[in-house]
């Protein structure tokens, strides 16, 4: 079992930064895939980017590539999304989730954090 709380959430301008954490309990944690998810107004749910087990691995939705990432530290359960050069389309509710594996249902996720971002 594993329980995910997203935070660092808020409102920034268009342009600047924010850095999201995903805090994990359970001492398997460092066995899951990890991905962000992000869900605006009246939208279904976008997958943003997903993170290996290890951390060597990353994958990232063409529309932040280049802008966030993603990475882990297994020895504090958390996972981040450094989130550079934002845009208004960027603001959404996002959220972390853990899979056992790549192709696998995310099974556990956040209750999610607001993104905001004006122009």
């Known amino acids: 079992q594993v329980q995910l709380v997203e935070s660092g959430g808020g409102l920034v301008q268009a342009g600047g930064s924010l850095r999201l954490s995903c805090s994990a309990s359970?001492?398997?944690?460092?066995?899951?895939?990890v991905g962000w998810f992000r869900q605006a107004p009246e939208k279904g749910r976008e997958f943003v980017a997903r993170?290996?087990?290890?951390?060597?691995?990353?994958y990232y939705a063409d529309s932040v590539k280049g802008r966030f990432t993603i990475s882990r530290d297994n020895a504090k359960n958390t996972v981040y999304l450094q989130m550079n050069s934002l845009k208004p389309e960027d603001t959404a509710v996002y959220y972390c989730?853990?899979?056992?594996?790549?192709?696998?249902?995310?099974?556990?996720w956040g209750q999610g954090t607001q993104v905001t971002v004006s122009s």
């Open positions: 359970g001492r398997t944690f460092s066995r899951y895939i």
């Open positions: 993170i290996s087990w290890s951390g060597g691995s990353t």
């Open positions: 989730a853990a899979a056992v594996g790549i192709g696998q249902p995310y099974d556990y």
